[in-house]
């Protein structure tokens, strides 16, 4: 399998040289770093690292950016997460960002924790506890055509900091193209998070991310990121539509992510009015903070919708979920079905 490792970057920019070309459909395995910045043994490494964010390390490095084959402007690349595998990982309180971030700035005042997994479907927290390890894709992105993103930000459209739980394996995300070969970075994975990263700092890890990128060719104007497949709370197969609030208000993320489950819902239903599917996303539509608050980044928000759902307001059953709304909601015509 071919083997993409982190290279440290801290900008997700077009001027940045592609560190990688792969084809559509071939099998990788993307590593990252995790959010403090480098690897990390012991307490004493973890802390050097928190205290170094101007130093010699940069938190929250990027791997990329990656060069698919055949991905053009105007294209929609389709990532699908496979497998993330968690290597050292680690939570702490924060002083920018969280609903409540500290204001000691001791050390000890952020409680930093290092934890482990125990087994395939647990980690090891503190004090006896045991959580269940649920690893997801904090940073994903596509190069914007213009201006860049910094790590630890994110972008309307192209993404970046999303912390959306949703992006998991086993599930595919959506992300437009801006650029010539797409550009893709990936980073800031996390062991566990819960919707909202209320305290602004979820279970750190660096990994190693299998997945592969199909190039969607045929489709209508995508404005936001969309993610289908099992999403993580509900447990249940859904199509989510993330939102970003370019000015780090969550109103603005959460009015973007109904703005894009519109033109989703508008899609599946297009002789409905549009006042009528904005009161029908009321009813079938979840909204989850991404990231809740942070002084320093955007926040973001995502609308998940269910399966079931989708099936009872359009009267259609879908055996496989992800290829049929792709077909409706990218105009494939590319997907023969049975």
Do not use: W
Request: proline residues 4%.
């Amino acid at each position: 399998m071919f083997n993409i490792k982190c290279n440290y970057q801290i900008t997700i920019d077009k001027q940045n040289e592609f560190i990688a070309k792969i084809k559509e459909g071939q099998k990788i395995c993307v590593e990252t770093i995790n959010a403090y910045g480098d690897r990390f043994k012991d307490l004493n490494q973890l802390i050097n690292l928190i205290n170094d964010k101007k130093g010699k390390t940069h938190h929250h490095p990027l791997t990329g950016p990656i060069y698919i084959e055949n991905a053009n402007p105007g294209d929609v690349i389709k990532v699908h997460i496979y497998k993330i595998d968690t290597e050292e990982m680690a939570q702490s309180m924060s002083k920018t960002a969280g609903i409540d971030p500290i204001t000691n700035p001791a050390i000890a005042e952020r409680i930093p924790i290092i934890s482990e997994k125990s087994s395939e479907s647990e980690i090891y927290y503190c004090n006896g506890i045991k959580l269940d390890y649920s690893p997801m894709i904090g940073i994903i992105a596509t190069t914007p055509n213009e201006g860049k993103i910094k790590t630890g930000h994110a972008k309307v459209k192209n993404g970046g900091n999303l912390d959306i739980p949703f992006i998991a394996p086993n599930n595919d995300i959506y992300l437009p193209v801006d650029i010539e070969g797409a550009g893709l970075y990936l980073g800031d994975v996390h062991a566990l998070q819960g919707y909202g990263e209320l305290s602004g700092i979820a279970m750190e890890a660096s990994s190693k991310i299998v997945l592969d990128i199909e190039v969607l060719k045929s489709r209508k104007k995508l404005d936001n990121i969309l993610v289908v497949g099992r999403e993580p709370f509900s447990g249940k197969e859904c199509i989510g539509i993330i939102g970003i609030g370019e000015k780090m208000q969550i109103e603005d993320s959460v009015y973007d992510s109904f703005k894009g489950s519109y033109q989703v819902i508008k899609q599946l239903l297009p002789t409905m009015s549009e006042n009528m599917i904005k009161s029908l996303i009321t009813l079938i539509g979840n909204s989850f903070n991404g990231q809740a608050f942070s002084k320093t980044s955007e926040s973001t928000s995502i609308i998940v919708i269910s399966k079931e759902d989708i099936e009872k307001v359009t009267h259609n059953l879908y055996n496989n979920f992800s290829q049929e709304i792709e077909k409706i909601i990218f105009e494939r015509n590319d997907i023969i079905y049975e």
